[in-house]
């Protein structure tokens, strides 16, 4: 018999619709009936392609006798982390205050009062390496609310008042200057592996935002070490197992410092902010690799990830079915000596084995490979790398694909738009510009709709419950604002102006500082507020750099003042963790710059537009159009004459103008940096 997360539109909350544990959605209703019954919630905390998460829920939640027990003693809620981030961010700080570590799954004893007392992530079903069975947990916290309420009322009050303390006052420090970003670069170059590229040891995450950053300072600077820690990195990605070589995009991160073997999960995320670094990477450099890397994982999202409404889905499971019919981690991507020479015969099969890394012993479990381009093949044949790798392709089609979480994320198809709009400009593929037009278009219809604020998710063009943060609102106005420069059609610099307007009224507080909800949102037992930048830029640092962005547009000072006062926190944080605000020192980058305004008075798509697109000067903005009209699209445009009737270009920052142009060379020298 189904449960309560029948009627809910999660892939992950659907995937545990059947357990026989009952469980609740986060709802006032489940605590409600925690109060009633006088039993903790147990809350438990995870994502679709999380692999931990499959096995916690098959070992424990699948297990009759389990549930029974949880059924009697606790109201189980289940919360998809993706889909309501506030609720997530709230108990994994107390998770990693109390333990030191976080992760999910994630598992969290709560009051009645929603005030967590117990903790941990994955419990397994029977005792190992010295953790207690998930049997053995649910028992302790059960004697401790019969026996020890005192106790538990104690504690559960101490970490609430310690959550309550931590409340950050990162505004009012003025904004970051050249000062903050010298030594956020100095503590990059400290944690930079010259062996391997990226930043630190294993587990070894794809660095998209620092890697952005890196691109800005070295075309506002010209330091030339900037661009080789980001030009070496994005190589040895592309080159690693880490990157898909048979079907393009990234997946979620390496296990080892190396990038050979990675965990399989795809983000839609990770493949947005990839896509398009890579692209800017290309037009930093020209590197035919960051051309190919680029269009690769944009073809990738696009065929993979697309959603029948033009949106895109959130991830790929890193588990499938391998050859033995059970679900293993890995399945559908690697190879043994023996498929290839199945696939491709003898003589090819040694050719792609050289070429892929492939070897007998294997570089993943149980003898097989993750394909990569260990670059010791010597030159090679263009022509029979692209035959081998169809065939290839073809045959891994055959296999059982990974699962796919059907979620539509607001922000995640924002920092989507961003990638594919610029990327589709740069490569002159307006197939790409016209898919990232479609994905906007479903946020407007659907994530927008008649309520004029914003819905976290949708599934099959149905929005879901939750009301959108602040990420959502950044990086869909960041998408908006990349769609406007690269179409010059207005309308996206409206929406993105009225998301923003929303930011200024709704998530910000004294002295410039951010929050993750909404004033009017769901009051949770401390208001979520994360600066730092992890897998995604964090809403504070998105929404900085979208305000930014808008400010340059339309010359608002409110959204100037507040970009500025969003900032603080990255005066504050840059030079002491630079890897965790890469995207808020990109913002920075674009302040110490401008950043520049670049307005194309003739037609979208012409020479000049062109120009101005593949300027590297750091978040400059470029508004496109021609006639009467388009001053009303953008006011970039308005009064900017063409020049003896040819197609004109007016770059200004720092209410200082250059000379207007009608030279294509003479623009690009003006935006080189």
């Not at 680029?294 to 991830?315: I, K, N, P, W, Y």
Request: charged share 25%.
């Amino acid at each position: 018999m189904a449960n309560r997360l029948a009627q809910t539109t999660s892939p992950y909350l659907l995937q545990h619709a059947d357990n026989p544990v009952d469980w609740w959605p986060w709802s006032p209703e489940a605590f409600e009936e925690a109060r009633k019954r006088d039993v903790p919630v147990l809350l438990s905390v995870g994502y679709a392609s999380c692999h931990w998460c499959h096995v916690m829920a098959h070992e424990s939640f699948e297990d009759d006798g389990t549930a029974a027990y949880l059924n009697a003693h606790f109201v189980p809620v289940k919360v998809d982390r993706e889909e309501r981030p506030d609720v997530d961010a709230v108990y994994m700080e107390a998770v990693q205050a109390a333990t030191g570590h976080g992760g999910w799954p994630m598992t969290v004893f709560l009051t009645p009062d929603a005030e967590p007392f117990y903790f941990g992530t994955y419990f397994p079903p029977e005792p190992r390496h010295g953790s207690p069975s998930f049997p053995q947990v649910l028992e302790g916290v059960t004697a401790a609310w019969t026996d020890r309420r005192d106790e538990v009322a104690e504690v559960a009050g101490r970490i609430v008042a310690d959550l309550a303390g931590r409340s950050l006052v990162h505004g009012g420090y003025g904004v970051p200057g050249e000062s903050e970003v010298a030594q956020a670069l100095l503590g990059l170059t400290r944690e930079y592996d010259e062996q391997h590229g990226g930043f630190g040891g294993a587990p070894k995450f794809p660095p998209a935002m620092v890697v952005e950053f890196l691109l800005r300072h070295y075309a506002r600077t010209g330091a030339e070490g900037a661009l080789q820690m980001a030009a070496d990195t994005c190589t040895a990605m592309a080159r690693g197992g880490i990157y898909d070589q048979l079907g393009g995009g990234f997946a979620r991160y390496s296990v080892d410092r190396e990038w050979i073997v990675p965990h399989f999960e795809k983000m839609l995320y990770d493949n947005a902010l990839l896509c398009r670094v890579y692209a800017h990477l290309w037009r930093t450099t020209g590197s035919d690799e960051a051309r190919r890397i680029a269009l690769e994982t944009a073809d990738f999202m696009v065929r993979e990830l697309r959603t029948a409404e033009g949106g895109f889905a959130s991830a790929l499971d890193a588990d499938s079915e391998g050859a033995d019919g059970k679900h293993v981690e890995g399945a559908y991507y690697v190879w043994t000596p023996e498929q290839l020479r199945d696939v491709l015969g003898e003589d090819d099969a040694a050719f792609a084995a050289a070429y892929f890394g492939v070897t007998e012993e294997g570089t993943f479990e149980e003898g097989a490979s993750v394909l990569r381009l260990p670059g010791d093949a010597g030159l090679v044949d263009a022509a029979r790398v692209a035959g081998v790798r169809a065939r290839l392709l073809a045959a891994r089609d055959e296999r059982p694909h990974p699962g796919r979480d059907d979620k539509v994320v607001a922000a995640w198809n924002g920092l989507a738009i961003a990638a594919l709009a610029e990327t589709g400009a740069y490569f002159d593929r307006p197939d790409l510009v016209e898919r990232a037009t479609e994905a906007a278009d479903l946020l407007v219809r659907v994530h927008l709709g008649e309520v004029a604020r914003l819905t976290r998710t949708s599934k099959d063009g149905r929005a879901g419950d939750n009301a959108g943060v602040l990420e959502d609102y950044g990086d869909v106005a960041e998408g908006f604002l990349a769609l406007a420069a690269v179409t010059g059609e207005g309308a996206w610099l409206e929406f993105a102006g009225f998301l923003l307007d929303i930011v200024l009224e709704q998530f910000t507080g004294e002295g410039g500082q951010l929050y993750d909800t909404a004033h009017d949102a769901e009051q949770l037992i401390r208001r979520p507020q994360d600066p730092t930048d992890s897998a995604t830029p964090s809403g504070w640092t998105a929404a900085a750099g979208a305000l930014l962005s808008y400010a340059a547009y339309t010359g608002s000072e409110a959204h100037r003042t507040a970009a500025e006062g969003a900032l603080g926190v990255v005066k504050a944080l840059g030079p002491r963790v630079p890897r965790f605000v890469g995207w808020g020192l990109a913002v920075a980058e674009a302040l110490l710059d401008g950043p520049r305004e670049v307005a194309v008075a003739g037609p979208v798509g012409g020479e000049l537009h062109r120009t101005a697109l593949l300027g590297r000067a750091p978040g400059a903005v470029v508004a496109a159009g021609e006639g009467p009209g388009a001053g009303a699209e953008f006011p970039l445009l308005v009064d900017r004459p063409l020049l003896g009737g040819e197609p004109t270009a007016y770059v200004c920052r720092h209410f200082v103008c250059d000379a207007p142009t009608t030279d294509a060379g003479e623009l690009a020298a003006k935006l080189g940096g």
